[in-house]
């Protein structure tokens, strides 16, 4: 069965740091892009941050530029978002998200975790 | 880079058709057929429903279709279903500095 779970979301406190992990199986890890996407508590998808099958091509949206920083271990079959200097805007649930793709502008996200929640407040 | 423009809600009967839109700019949905439709329901993680504009997966039923001309892209449900009540997000590709974006999101309720 093809899964991804997420894990290390919770509390901090503005301007703290927080490493999000997703965990994936059933599928050949490093053949695929893999994405973040974001849902603030009662508000739409947010793409947050997107990654290559060999961590070539990474992009990031504009509102975590320079404070996100997204990487991956094909070996672990892993996929991580490191958020630093958090913001109480950032409060919201990640979704790690496959791709149909390596990571060509065509790749929709075909397989979504459950999601962890980040809340940034004091 | 803005969100794509969804009208906020849709409704429709059981067995009617409905199509939900999907606005954006030659940046974006006019530039690329890079379009893909996501359904969610409460509580749930999206669930990949049309890619590349038009494109179904696997085991999503062909009820649901998806089209594109100029700026608009459209998802339409017919013989809409009482499991089809969810929100919707369109998302493409776009040129900006932002490479993702989503649409604002269409409530669809079965009446």
């Known amino acids: 069965e093809v899964q991804l779970v997420e894990s290390g979301g919770g509390l901090v406190q503005p301007g703290r740091s927080l490493r999000l992990s997703c965990a994936a199986s059933?599928?050949?890890?490093?053949?695929?892009?893999m994405h973040w996407v974001r849902q603030a508590p009662g508000k739409g998808l947010e793409w947050v941050s997107g990654?290559?099958?060999?961590?070539?091509?990474?992009g990031y949206a504009d509102s975590v530029k320079g404070r996100f920083t997204i990487s991956r271990d094909n070996a672990k079959n892993s996929l991580y978002l490191q958020m630093n200097s958090l913001r109480a805007e950032d409060t919201a649930l990640y979704y790690c998200?496959?791709?149909?793709?390596?990571?060509?502008?065509?790749?929709?996200?075909?397989?979504w975790g459950q999601g962890t929640m980040v809340t940034v407040s004091s | 880079q803005s969100a794509l423009t969804q009208p906020a809600s849709v409704s429709g009967s059981p067995g009617q058709s409905i199509t939900i839109s999907c606005t954006g700019t030659?940046?974006?949905?006019?530039?690329?057929?890079?379009v893909s439709w996501y359904q969610q329901h409460p509580g749930k993680a999206p669930k990949l429903m049309i890619y590349?504009?038009?494109n179904r997966p696997s085991g999503v039923p062909d009820r649901f279709s998806g089209s594109k001309s100029g700026n608009t892209a459209s998802l339409t449900i017919s013989g809409l279903q009482a499991e089809d009540e969810a929100d919707y997000y369109c998302?493409?590709?776009?040129?900006?500095?932002?490479?993702?974006?989503f649409g604002t999101g269409t409530k669809v309720t079965v009446l």
């Open positions: 030659s940046s974006d949905v006019g530039g690329y057929n890079y």
């Open positions: 998302s493409s590709y776009t040129s900006s500095s932002t490479p993702y974006v």
């Open positions: 590349e504009v038009s």
């Open positions: 059933g599928f050949t890890f490093d053949d695929y892009a």
């Open positions: 990654i290559s099958w060999n961590s070539g091509s990474i």
């Open positions: 998200a496959k791709t149909t793709g390596f990571g060509a502008p065509n790749d929709a996200f075909d397989i």
